[in-house]
Nanobody, 113 residues
């Protein structure tokens, strides 16, 4: 089974930037996603990207975050700029595979005010 490993989370001040990475252990032909979950909240979609590079974003991050994909490296990225305290959450990578959706273990992003 394909495994996903996220990295790049951390603590940053408001207005700062972080770049998350998600590396898959094998080729992913379906859409890949970034979701996030803050304490007490449901997991929400942040951004998605198809294998061909078509991306879509949640309204709350549009213009600040950018998702990208390197199919040769089986990796997606999330460049997060102009971070806000409201962006604080555990960020999860997801991949659509033949049997459903695979998830990574998550990486914590904390934005201080």
């Amino acid at each position: 089974q394909v495994q996903l490993v996220e990295s790049g989370g951390g603590l940053v001040q408001a207005g700062g930037s972080l770049r998350l990475s998600c590396a898959a252990s094998g080729s992913i032909f379906g859409t890949m996603h970034w979701y996030r979950q803050a304490p007490g909240n449901q997991r929400e979609l942040v951004a998605s990207i198809t294998r061909g590079g078509f991306a879509n974003y949640a309204g709350s991050v549009k213009g600040r975050f950018a998702i990208s994909r390197d199919n040769a490296k089986n990796t997606i990225y999330l460049q997060m700029n102009s971070l806000k305290p409201a962006d604080t959450a555990v960020y999860y990578c997801g991949a659509d595979v033949a049997i459903g959706r695979r998830w990574g273990q998550g990486t914590q992003v904390t934005v201080s005010s």
